[in-house]
């Protein structure tokens, strides 16, 4: 069974290492996190969130409910035209329970690489909210978080409302 790992847990700050080979191990974590993502009504949920410092990631385009596995995902092209959009995190939590937002800044489109649960190798140019989640999901895997992102007087207003990780 998988646990949340929750900001300040160091495991949340570490560069995930590339995955040469899909095992069953993976693909059941994958399977798990889908669960986890749902449960707790999140779009995304990256190895680190969970405590496997590997790079791969669950995530959902809340239009359609399509559910992606990305093993080794990797942000091609980044647009230069952004957008600014509230983001919360499962792993960043205030005193009840739910995430906590802020307004965060990132390119409006991406296009990203990665393999798929049966070892495909696949390509798409996202935009909106696949586009947004797909690039949280990713920095997790290097070990930022969307409060990185903030200026500090505003990311330590939002430390505030964070639930201490014990």
């Known amino acids: 069974m998988l646990q949340m790992k929750l900001c300040g847990d160091l495991v949340l700050r570490e560069k995930c290492e590339p995955i040469t080979d899909i095992t069953?191990?993976?693909?059941d974590i994958?399977?798990?996190m889908v669960g986890m993502m749902?449960?707790?009504n999140g779009v995304g949920l990256a190895a680190p969130q969970v405590g496997?410092?590997?790079r791969f990631l669950v995530m959902m385009n809340p239009d359609d409910e399509t559910?992606?596995?990305m093993i080794n995902p990797k942000i091609i092209t980044r647009s230069s035209d952004v957008c600014t959009m509230e983001e919360g995190c499962l792993s960043v939590l205030g005193r009840d329970n739910l995430p906590v937002y802020a307004n965060v800044t990132r390119p409006a489109s991406v296009d990203v690489e990665w393999t798929n649960e049966h070892g495909e190798q696949l390509r798409a140019q996202m935009s909106g909210l696949p586009a947004r989640i797909v690039q949280h999901e990713t920095d997790h895997l290097d070990g930022i978080l969307f409060i990185d992102y903030l200026s500090p007087v505003r990311r330590e207003m939002?430390?505030?409302k964070v639930r201490k990780h014990k």
Do not use: S, T
Request: aromatic share 6%; proline share 5%.
């Open 24 to 27: 069953p191990e993976i693909l």
């Open 30 to 32: 994958m399977n798990e």
């Open 38 to 40: 749902r449960e707790q």
């Open 52 to 54: 496997q410092l590997k």
């Open 67 to 69: 559910v992606f596995k």
């Open 158 to 160: 939002l430390m505030r």
